[in-house]
């Protein structure tokens, strides 16, 4: 269970933080700009979670793309551990988790008046103060939409940690399919099962319930 927290939490930040700079970078474009830069986030959309997953095996393996451009340049064999390991299984998760950070950070950052951040800018407010006191808590309501939604999801992943992690980064859910494909034990299979129940449920209420109050506030 730890091993699923830990995961969850650390690829729910990192997608974060990508998504949020890639919708900042969305807002301050035109609409047609923008419409046409979306079309770029929902790429990891069509394209099968399974297809990406072997994909990344042939990108971040030892004799991949990454290592055989990295030894080309220095001139040296290069094989550096980028696959069977957490950082694997942090690159596949973080690619198919980003866009779903992206949407809803992006909706709150559009809701802003603007006319906040002329009046900030006339009263000598630097760049940097604008977004800790403006755009950074008026957002902040599509971050934690986000973040929690983006939690569920990281969760209850199987795909990515089976074909790019390697025996330490096995989640809840491979367990429960190891349990059940290769061991038999149906009793640990369903522990831990209602295990991951109960995790995915502790982030998915709050998420609904911010949905809910979102939607009625809209209404």
């Known amino acids: 269970m730890t091993t699923t927290v830990v995961v969850a939490f650390w690829a729910s930040i990192i ?5 949020y700079i890639v919708a900042l970078h969305l807002a301050r474009q035109t609409a ?10 929902l790429l990891p959309f069509w394209t099968s979670i399974l297809v990406k997953s072997y994909a990344f095996t042939i990108i971040l ?37 980003t866009p779903l950070i992206v949407f ?10 603007p006319a906040l951040y002329r009046a900030a800018e ?26 929690l939604s983006v939690a569920v999801m990281a969760l209850g992943f199987f795909i990515v940690p089976a074909l790019l992690g390697g025996r330490q980064d096995l989640m809840l859910a491979n367990l429960v399919d190891f349990y059940t494909r290769e061991v038999l034990d149906w009793n640990i299979a369903s522990a831990v099962g209602v295990t991951l129940f109960a995790l995915v449920g502790i982030f998915a209420i709050p998420a609904t319930l911010i949905r809910r109050t979102k939607g009625r506030i809209a209404s």
Do not use: C, H
């Not at 009263?123 to 599509?142: D, E, N, Q, V, Y």
């Open 15 to 19: 997608s974060l933080v990508l998504g």
């Open 32 to 41: 047609r700009r923008r419409a046409a830069l979306m079309v770029l986030v």
């Open 61 to 97: 393996g030892r004799e991949g793309i990454i290592n055989s451009f990295l030894s080309w340049l220095t001139g040296a064999q290069v094989a550096l551990p980028l696959i069977f390991n957490r950082f694997g299984v942090m690159v596949g998760m973080t690619n198919y988790l």
């Open 104 to 113: 809803p950070v992006l909706a709150s950052l559009l809701a802003i008046d």
């Open 122 to 147: 006339v009263m000598g407010a630097k760049p940097i103060r604008i977004f800790l006191t403006i755009t950074l808590p008026l957002s902040a309501p599509g971050v934690l939409a986000g973040v």
